[in-house]
């Protein structure tokens, strides 16, 4: 098993590739390790010193190490918990862990919510994917979208450049009623 590497705009966090599926839908986020119980991949790799953040996508694992950790001592030891993992057999996630989707909408708001999912579906999340990370919807309130950044995005230093230069540039150029982008924690 080859697992490759990629930087992300964000220095703290690195993405990993192993060649395979890691999720077969969705994305799974773990800011914790408490968070981190409903899979036993991400148990492994924040058992690593230095872990602060593990984020999955469909074909990538993003970590996130803290401030005083250097990637050159934490990078093999995760190499080799994941590599460890796959060749164990165990799934990526328990199997009681919930789904990571999208939440629904209904109300008068719901076409508008559609609309702004649809556009983050096919134009915002495949870039931030890329960079190791994704985005969330969490809401639409008076012409303000409430988003949620993960994985690689969750606190880099461009965020707020990509939420208010790229994404609510977007959203606004295509659908009036938004007004203003806003990031919430999770």
Same mark, same amino acid.
């Given at each position: /098993?080859? %697992?490759?590497? =990629?930087?992300?705009?964000?220095? !703290?966090? $690195? &993405?990993? $590739?192993?060649?395979?599926?890691?999720?077969?839908?969705?994305?799974?986020?773990?800011?914790? =390790?408490?968070?981190? @119980?409903?899979?036993?991949?991400?148990?492994?790799?924040?058992? *690593? @010193?230095?872990?602060?953040?593990?984020?999955?996508?469909?074909?990538?694992?993003?970590?996130? &190490?803290?401030? @005083?950790?250097?990637?050159?001592?934490? &990078?093999?030891?995760?190499?080799?918990?994941? /590599?460890?993992?796959?060749?164990?057999? @165990?799934?990526?996630?328990?199997?009681?862990?919930?789904?990571?989707?999208? &939440?629904?909408?209904?109300?008068?708001?719901?076409?508008?919510?559609?609309?702004?999912?649809? $556009?983050?579906?096919?134009?915002? #999340?495949? !870039? *931030?994917?890329?960079?190791?990370?994704?985005?969330?919807?969490?809401?639409?309130?008076?012409?303000?979208?409430?988003?949620? /950044?993960?994985?690689?995005?969750?606190?880099?230093?461009?965020?707020? %450049?990509?939420?208010? /230069?790229?994404? =609510?540039?977007?959203? #606004?150029?295509?659908?009036?009623?938004?007004? =203003?982008? #806003?990031?919430?924690?999770?």
């Amino acid at each position: /098993m080859f %697992i490759q590497t =990629e930087s992300t705009p964000n220095p !703290a966090t $690195l &993405k990993f $590739l192993p060649g395979q599926a890691v999720l077969s839908t969705g994305t799974a986020d773990f800011p914790t =390790e408490e968070a981190a @119980q409903a899979s036993p991949l991400a148990q492994r790799i924040f058992g *690593v @010193q230095g872990v602060t953040g593990v984020f999955f996508g469909p074909d990538f694992v993003t970590v996130t &190490k803290n401030e @005083q950790t250097e990637w050159n001592h934490v &990078k093999p030891a995760i190499l080799g918990v994941i /590599m460890e993992h796959y060749q164990s057999g @165990q799934p990526v996630m328990g199997a009681d862990a919930e789904n990571t989707g999208h &939440k629904e909408h209904t109300g008068e708001d719901g076409e508008i919510v559609q609309q702004i999912k649809d $556009l983050l579906d096919t134009r915002v #999340r495949p !870039a *931030v994917a890329q960079d190791g990370g994704d985005i969330t919807f969490h809401g639409f309130d008076r012409g303000i979208v409430y988003l949620h /950044m993960q994985g690689a995005c969750a606190g880099c230093p461009s965020s707020t %450049i990509t939420l208010k /230069m790229g994404i =609510e540039n977007l959203l #606004r150029h295509y659908i009036p009623e938004v007004t =203003e982008v #806003r990031p919430v924690a999770a």
